[in-house]
């Protein structure tokens, strides 16, 4: 029985630190002088309230679920009392076969736009989509 409890301890360990991660990083490019108020959470992990000026950055980084089980999503308001809402997901580990994925996020008055890996932004959300 001891045995079994060290193999398993080694094999979590091993889980462990080959579990991967990546980054989200969500720009404000509202309009000059517009906040953007931004709450990301996954199933495992909450970062929080933030609001962001004009041309401000947002940014936090995670581990992967080593099953591919890792979905982050996040709410963005925008306007005037912060009424105009987006909640979009940030990244879901099966639909990126690379990991150590950097998500880019653009809020502009336009829309949410994305970029993967340093690919130019294209467009994905508008304000107020359901999902």
Sequence with gaps: ???LTVILMVVCLYCTEQAEGGSVFIYNNLRHGKFLKV???SGDNDWGWHVRKYDGLYH???KDHILDKTLIWCHL???RNFKITQTFVAYESK???SRHTWMRWS???SG???SIGGKPFQ???NWGDKL
């Design 107 to 109: 809020a502009r008055e």
């Design 112 to 114: 949410i736009y994305e």
């Design 60 to 62: 936090f980084s995670f």
């Design 95 to 97: 639909k990126y076969k």
């Design 123 to 125: 467009f994905r959300y």
């Design 39 to 41: 709450h990301c959470k």
């Design 1 to 3: 029985m001891m045995r």
């Design 77 to 79: 308001w925008r306007g």
